[in-house]
């Protein structure tokens, strides 16, 4: 088993007319389309591109 903390992120809004920057944040994510959900670790670095990109995404778990 795992101890590692995870969340899972979900794509709520559309990326385009956002800037390049917040674009790339998504992909770095690893979410491709609306709608898409990712299960990342819980790490600073994460919720760093999470914060930056709030706007367009909802934290699921």
């Known amino acids: 088993m795992s101890d590692k903390k995870t ?5 709520v ?3 385009a007319g956002t800037r390049q920057d917040h674009r790339a944040t998504v992909r ?4 491709r389309r609306l709608n898409s ?6 790490t ?3 919720r760093g591109m ?3 990109i ?4 909802r934290v699921v778990g």
């Open 37 to 42: 959900e990712r299960t990342l670790e819980d």
């Open 13 to 15: 809004r559309s990326v």
């Open 7 to 11: 969340l899972t992120v979900k794509l």
């Open 44 to 46: 600073p670095a994460v």
């Open 28 to 31: 770095g994510l690893g979410l």
């Open 54 to 57: 709030a706007y367009l995404v």
């Open 50 to 52: 999470i914060d930056k």
